[in-house]
């Protein structure tokens, strides 16, 4: 399978702060990237997707894509304690890292 | 977006006995669907692509097998994980990919602890 690295964390911010997620990839012919939050025994729910290098907003969550460096990453900003969660990084929609475990501190 | 219902949510059976998962679409008609597998604290692994009215896609590693799928309609796959053993306990998990090609709706996710 291709692999995708992601930080297992556990990282931990204070409610309010931004929390910046990282994921890099190996299979540099990759197309679509994907962000998916999990609570623990439940399954992956979508945040984002982005195809093209640069910037997607959406609300409180930022992706961000560079293709020439095979990373990607999540930003999500004034994190509240419901983000806390495992947030899993897809690469054409089918391979998975590991995930990181946020903690959003009150 | 598409739902997918899968049952059961857990199920705890005994070393050498076999397991039914289902998976089923219930507004959208999946002509193929996905199987995964986590273990704790890691990440989902595609097992296989399930296709309607075929033979599933297996992917490098995963004994096909041991780990039946059949999708013999657009709206149900199931997979049964034959002759479970405790190193087959895990988490598995089915997906169908949208209309819109982009995102991937997963079921509920199915915990199996084998004994």
């Known amino acids: 399978q291709k692999e995708v690295e992601q930080n297992s964390g556990p990282l931990s911010v204070p409610e309010g702060a931004i929390a910046s997620l990282n994921c890099t990839y190996s299979d540099r012919g990759s197309q679509s990237f994907f962000w998916y939050r999990q609570y623990s025994g439940k399954s992956p729910e979508l945040i984002m997707f982005i195809y093209s290098n640069g910037d997607k907003e959406d609300g409180r969550f930022t992706a961000q894509l560079n293709k020439a460096s095979q990373y990607v990453s999540l930003l999500i900003r004034d994190s509240q304690p419901s983000d806390s969660a495992t947030y899993l990084c897809?690469?054409?929609?089918?391979?998975f890292g590991t995930g990181t475990s946020l903690t959003v501190i009150p | 977006g598409a739902v997918v219902s899968q049952h059961p949510s857990w199920v705890i059976c005994k070393s050498g006995t076999s397991v039914k998962i289902e998976c089923r679409s219930l507004?959208?008609?999946?002509?193929?669907m996905f199987w995964y597998r986590q273990f704790p604290k890691q990440s989902l692994m595609l097992m296989a692509t399930?296709?309607?009215?075929?033979?599933?896609?297996?992917e490098q590693g995963v004994e096909k097998d041991k780990f039946l799928i059949n999708h013999a309609s657009l709206t149900l796959s199931t997979l049964t994980v034959t002759s479970a053993h405790p190193e087959d306990s895990s988490f598995y998990i089915c997906?169908?990919?949208?209309?819109?090609?982009?995102?991937?709706?997963f079921g509920q996710g199915t915990r199996l602890t084998v004994v």
């Open positions: 997906s169908e990919i949208g209309g819109g090609g982009t995102e991937a709706f």
């Open positions: 507004d959208f008609q999946a002509t193929t």
């Open positions: 399930s296709n309607e009215g075929s033979k599933a896609t297996y």
């Open positions: 897809a690469v054409n929609q089918f391979y």
